[in-house]
C-alpha cells in the first residue's frame, strides 16, 4: 500500500497570502488529521476529518481551515499568511474504525511552509 | 485538559549500549492509548510502539519496550542494542477514546534527541 502523501512538499510564501496544502491518506483510511510542528511549540493538533466533517478541532484561529473529500483526500487552507505560520505541517491517516489498531496514526512527510 | 511532558531535550547513547527515554503524562481519563513515535532527520514520523491503557502488560517490540506506569502516569520507553539508525527525535503522544472510539488527535510531548554514538 501506498503511504500518506503530501503536495507540495515545499512552499515559499510572503505575509498576507493564502496557501493550500493536500493531504493523500492511505487507501482504505476515513480520517485525517493535521499537525503543525515548530520548533518553539512542538507538534500542535490542527483538526480531523472523518468522512467529510470535521470530527475535532486544536486551538488554532479561524484563518486555519480545512476539508475532506469524498475520497478521503484533505486539504488545509491558511488565509493571510503570518510569519509565525511557518512550519512543518504534518497530515496523517488512520482507519478510525471499532477495533485497537484502527488508533494508529500514519504520518506523510509533511509540507515545510516558509512565510517571508 | 491532558498533558505530556518528555523531560529529557537531547541523550545519547553508544552502539549496542541500552537507554530509556522519560515520559509523563496527566489526564482524568480512564481509556487512552499511548505511543512513542520516532521521526528521524528525514522527518517522517514512525510509530515505534503503543499501549493501550486498559493492559496491563509493559508492550515490546523487538528492541523497544516500555514501562507503563499508569498510577504514576508515566510511560517510559526502553532501546535496547542501540542501532545508529535509532538516531532520531523521540516524541511520546497520548490519545484519549471516548465512547468506544478515536478521538482522532495525539497530545505530544516536547520530544528527546537521541543519538546513537559509534
Known amino acids: 500500500k501506498a503511504g500518506v502523501t503530501q503536495t507540495p512538499r515545499y512552499l515559499i510564501k510572503t505575509r498576507g497570502q493564502q496557501v493550500t496544502l493536500s493531504c493523500s491518506p492511505i487507501s482504505g483510511h476515513r480520517s485525517v488529521s493535521w499537525y503543525q510542528q515548530t520548533p518553539g511549540q512542538g507538534l500542535q493538533f490542527l483538526f480531523e476529518y472523518f468522512s467529510e466533517t470535521q470530527r475535532n478541532k486544536g486551538n488554532f484561529p479561524g484563518r486555519f481551515s480545512g476539508r475532506q473529500f469524498s475520497n478521503s483526500r484533505s486539504e488545509m487552507n491558511v488565509s493571510t499568511l503570518e510569519l509565525g505560520d511557518s512550519a512543518l505541517y504534518l497530515c496523517?491517516?488512520?482507519?478510525?474504525?471499532?477495533?485497537?489498531?484502527?488508533?494508529?496514526?500514519?504520518f506523510g512527510p509533511g509540507t515545510r511552509l516558509t512565510v517571508l | 485538559a491532558q498533558t505530556v511532558t518528555q523531560s529529557q531535550p537531547e541523550m545519547s547513547v553508544q552502539e549496542a549500549e541500552t537507554v530509556t527515554l522519560s515520559c509523563t503524562y496527566d489526564?482524568?481519563?480512564?481509556?487512552?492509548?499511548l505511543f512513542w513515535y520516532k521521526q528521524p532527520p528525514s522527518r517522517q514520523m514512525i510509530l515505534v510502539i503503543r499501549q493501550e491503557a486498559y493492559k496491563q502488560q509493559n508492550a515490546t517490540e523487538n528492541r523497544f519496550s516500555v514501562n507503563f506506569q499508569k498510577a504514576a502516569k508515566s510511560f517510559s520507553l526502553k532501546i535496547s542494542d542501540s542501532q545508529l539508525g535509532d538516531t532520531a527525535m523521540y516524541f511520546c503522544a497520548f490519545m484519549s477514546l471516548n465512547y468506544g472510539g478515536s478521538q482522532g488527535n495525539l497530545i505530544f510531548g516536547k520530544g528527546t534527541k537521541l543519538s546513537v554514538k559509534p
Open positions: 489526564t482524568s481519563e480512564n481509556n487512552y492509548y
Open positions: 496523517a491517516s488512520s482507519l478510525a474504525s471499532s477495533g485497537h489498531h484502527s488508533n494508529e496514526q500514519f
